[in-house]
């Protein structure tokens, strides 16, 4: 039997729209009202709405039932600011009682020395700060309704805090979004300096991604996909995404609900994940046809190579799928031994 991390990906590469595995990542959406209106944010971008409302602790609690002993991560975020959820301190207590790992994915905005300290206490294992921006001038463009000496604030004393609990989770991320492509050294550096002698796990400068196609109209915007090959996105193949009225959409990047793939106040969720519209969906990814899918259709993350697999054209033209899964894995394996071995030599 293959290690967990690696079942989906032999299916993903043999093609499996039914799969003998359960997924091992969730995203849950704890509301998706903002406290923000970013200027890259689908949500201010798109036209498009969805009703707003917050998960019941009835429904988390249904998924975290149903996850328990299969589901590794729970990434508390989809469409809105999570820290909105007056019961998000909760949310996060019962899944990490059910041995689940909790991710939070905050703006920051709303983190004051309260809240920091119940999301510690709560057992959070990781924080995610989406910071988005080096320059105070930038920041405060990108973040509409974001003060940068605030939230930088808020960040700091959240590390304050977890250094004087002494608490040894949850890991802390910043992340920047790159916008132009041009964060010298120096103001990387600089950035970084304002959580010195705190415990922060890593401070991130990555390039800017389109929200599935939505953001593409700022000239300054590098966001350049990895390549012109399309290469079906693994998502799938490992994770599901839960808005918070219990819809099973597409993904993290389906802000709208654009795609409804099931509801787990209606059907348990390993029922969902192999049901027809899941398989579907798995199959129009591999053919690339979107006609049903338009969330799919302008995203960037099928031309990132991170998902590279032996071309659907080739894989199908072996004499079975078990063939088209092992070698797909053997790429795999194969690209991430490459890319330790760089990593190594970059150190
Ligand atoms: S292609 Fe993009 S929008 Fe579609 S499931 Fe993958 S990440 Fe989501």
Redesign the pocket.
């Known amino acids: 039997m293959l290690p967990k991390g690696y079942r989906y990906i032999y299916h993903y590469n043999a093609g499996s729209a039914r799969l003998p595995h359960p997924p091992m990542l969730l995203w849950v959406e704890p509301t998706n009202r903002c406290n923000l209106r970013c200027t890259m944010c689908p949500n201010s971008l798109s036209g498009k709405s969805r009703e707003h409302g917050d998960m019941s602790l009835d429904t988390f609690d249904a998924i975290v039932s149903q996850a328990r002993g299969w589901v590794d991560i729970i990434y508390l975020f989809l469409a809105g600011e999570s820290m909105l959820h007056r019961d998000l301190p909760e949310m996060i207590r019962r899944a990490s009682s059910a041995g689940i790992r909790v991710v939070l994915h905050t703006n920051g905005c709303l983190v004051n020395e309260e809240r920091a300290a119940a999301l510690i206490d709560a057992g959070l294992h990781e924080i995610s700060f989406s910071f988005d921006a080096l320059d105070p001038a930038e920041y405060e463009q990108r973040r509409a309704g974001a003060n940068y000496e605030k939230t930088l604030g808020n960040i700091i004393r959240f590390l304050e805090i977890k250094k004087q609990k002494n608490a040894k989770r949850p890991k802390v991320d910043i992340q920047c979004i790159d916008f132009r492509a041009q964060a010298s050294r120096e103001s990387v550096r600089e950035f970084k300096s304002r959580f010195k002698g705190l415990p922060v796990d890593a401070v991130k400068v990555i390039p800017a991604h389109t929200w ?1 196609g939505t953001f593409k109209d700022d000239a300054s915007l590098h966001a350049a996909p990895g390549g012109r090959v399309y290469w079906p ?1 693994k ?2 193949w490992a994770s599901m995404a839960i808005a918070w009225n219990g819809d099973v959409v ?2 993290c ?2 802000l709208f609900g654009e795609v409804r793939l099931g509801n787990v106040n209606e059907t348990p969720l390993r029922e969902i994940w192999n049901a027809k519209p899941m398989q579907r969906f798995r199959e129009a ?1 591999l053919a690339q046809h979107f006609s049903e ?1 338009p ?2 259709k302008n ?1 960037d ?2 031309y990132n190579h991170n998902n590279a697999r032996l071309p659907v054209r080739w894989a199908r033209s072996l004499p079975n799928r078990a063939l088209a899964g092992t070698f797909g894995l053997g790429i795999e394996l194969a690209r991430r031994a490459a890319a330790s071995i760089k990593q190594a030599v970059k150190k």
Do not use: E, K, Q
Request: proline content about 13%; charged content about 5%; aromatic content about 14%.
């Open positions: 599935a996105c998502f799938p597409a993904c990047n389906d990814l899918y969330v799919c995203c993350v099928p």
